[in-house]
């Protein structure tokens, strides 16, 4: 993997606390800044092509959108027919319309999961403790 120099203009608090960052893993700064960088803006090749901008667009926003997203949930009427055509599914065949309603439940449940995720782990970065303590 190749590398390249780049020079920021940081304010002093963001510093410091990029230094004690470092200091508290007793990493060098530039490996703190880096993994924060990294995962700021994570490699979202592997999310589904759909939601790639949408899970990098979140980078910015505010913590108060991202603790919409991380406390978000599928409505309930959502998770009893998920649960209902799982269940039916290991009962018998499902019909084609059941099928693809159960595929598209699947689809929003997995997408609601990788924006949750996302969200929490923004949170974590912006705030440098634990999140699910606070929940």
Do not use: C, H
């Not at 599914?89 to 099928?99: G, I, K, N, P, V």
């Not at 598209?104 to 949750?116: C, E, F, I, S």
């Amino acid at each position: 993997m190749s590398t390249q120099s780049v020079t920021l203009q940081l304010s002093d608090g963001l510093l410091q606390r990029a230094r004690v960052a470092a200091a508290t893993l007793q990493r060098p700064l530039e490996d703190v800044l880096t993994a924060t960088l990294a995962a700021a803006l994570p490699e979202v090749q592997d999310a589904p092509v759909d939601m790639r901008a949408e899970l990098a667009r979140m980078t910015w926003l505010s913590d108060e959108d991202l603790w919409i997203i991380a406390r978000g949930a599928m409505s309930g009427g959502d998770q009893e027919q998920l649960r209902y055509l799982s269940e039916l599914q290991s009962q018998r065949a499902l019909t084609d319309d059941e099928a693809a309603q159960l595929d598209a439940l699947r689809r929003a449940y997995g997408q609601a999961t990788l924006r949750k995720a996302r969200a929490f782990a923004l949170l974590s970065l912006r705030g440098g403790r634990p999140l699910l303590a606070e929940n």
